[in-house]
């Protein structure tokens, strides 16, 4: 028997590159060597997408995005987190293992309450329970499907931590292997991908690079990444440069030494380190971006996809909802 890998993208906006590489290829990777399992969190995003238009749209984009990225709907269970009733009976089974203290200490939580905090608000302002709550319905995505290992960005190792300790204190109640206890799994050398500005790429910060952006766009972006004041001539260190830290993750080993030794031996400025990376980058994505395209043109046929993935995800949720409910007294 397989291991199983699962991982979920939130649909908040446009993928971009530090998703892609932090996420969806370290996913798609380990579909090799594990029985995978898939989703678009739909129900995580409506914490902040409240109009139903975006939403939809965003759903849609990220299903592309994973299919377009290589996702195999043949081989990965794939599907919308809202598709899975279970998934929420398991929230609420859940709710009552989880010390309140603990969502306390969740990061998203706590910059929230920060941010209100430093504006001089109420502590509360602008947070929904879904906000609070938000470890407790990842936990449930996890634990539904018996997922060894849960591939994610070092942001949200603390989530699969919770996911831990919630299933730990679920088996221990009951004296049984109940849930399988997941183990996350982070990419060291992509861990993180920096933005246009050097802090992590993130669509909250304005500093992404679209993962599907069109050629121009991509070239008009990358020619934006801020770069320090060294003149052409001035020997560069490539490590502390976000250009090169990006043309490191599109780059083969042998590009990757060369580029590193024109840095190092002076004689190219910043523009033309810029056209390398646009030039790496462009190549790897050109032909993502032309199947997102047709796929995003088939709304019909996505949502096809996703309801099939649904329907093989049910059957292995249900059995875990039933399992508890047994050990629980309520069966
Ligand atoms: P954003 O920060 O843009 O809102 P999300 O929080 O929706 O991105 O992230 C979706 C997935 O992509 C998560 O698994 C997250 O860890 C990963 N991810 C996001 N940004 C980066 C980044 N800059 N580097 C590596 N992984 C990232
Ligand atoms: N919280 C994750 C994020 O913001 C998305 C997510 C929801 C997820 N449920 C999950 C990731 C379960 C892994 C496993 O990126």
Do not use: C
């Amino acid at each position: 028997m397989k291991k199983i890998s699962l991982t979920g993208i939130k649909p908040t906006g446009i993928l971009h590159i530090g998703n892609y590489f932090g996420a969806i290829k370290p996913a798609l990777e380990l579909t090799k060597e594990y029985d995978a399992r898939y989703f678009i969190a739909d129900y995580h995003a409506l914490n902040t997408v409240k109009d139903p238009v975006e939403l939809t749209a965003h759903i849609r984009q990220v299903a592309a995005g994973w299919l377009a990225s290589g996702l195999d709907p043949e081989k990965v269970i794939f599907y919308r987190q809202s598709s899975i009733p279970e998934t929420f009976e398991l929230t609420t089974f859940l709710m009552a293992f989880t010390a309140k203290g603990l969502m306390n200490r969740a990061h998203a939580y706590k910059a929230a309450v920060q941010e209100n905090a430093e504006k001089g608000d109420d502590p509360d302002a602008g947070i929904n329970m879904g906000l609070f709550t938000y470890p407790v319905l990842m936990a449930a995505d996890i634990l539904l499907f018996d997922s060894d290992v849960v591939p994610v960005g070092q942001d949200q190792s603390q989530h699969v931590e919770m996911a831990q300790d919630i299933a730990q204190a679920v088996n221990f109640n009951y004296k049984a292997e109940l849930l399988r206890v997941p183990e996350v799994s982070i990419r060291e050398n992509v861990a993180v991908v920096p933005g246009l500005d050097g802090r992590k790429m993130s669509k909250s910060y304005g500093n992404a690079i679209p993962l599907f952006a069109p050629e121009k766009e991509l070239r008009k972006l990358i020619m934006r990444i801020v770069t320090n004041s060294q003149g052409v001539e001035e020997p560069k260190e490539p490590e502390s440069s976000q250009v090169y830290l990006l043309y490191k993750l599109f780059a083969t080993a042998e590009e990757q030494a060369a580029l590193a030794n024109r840095y190092r031996a002076g004689g190219m400025g910043w523009g033309e380190a810029k056209e390398e990376l646009f030039r790496v980058a462009n190549r790897e994505l050109t032909p993502l971006r032309q199947r997102f395209e047709e796929l995003l043109a088939n709304p019909a046929g996505l949502d096809t996809i996703l309801a099939q993935g649904a329907e093989k995800a049910r059957p292995i949720a249900a059995r875990t909802v039933n399992r508890l409910r047994k050990a629980a007294g309520l069966g």
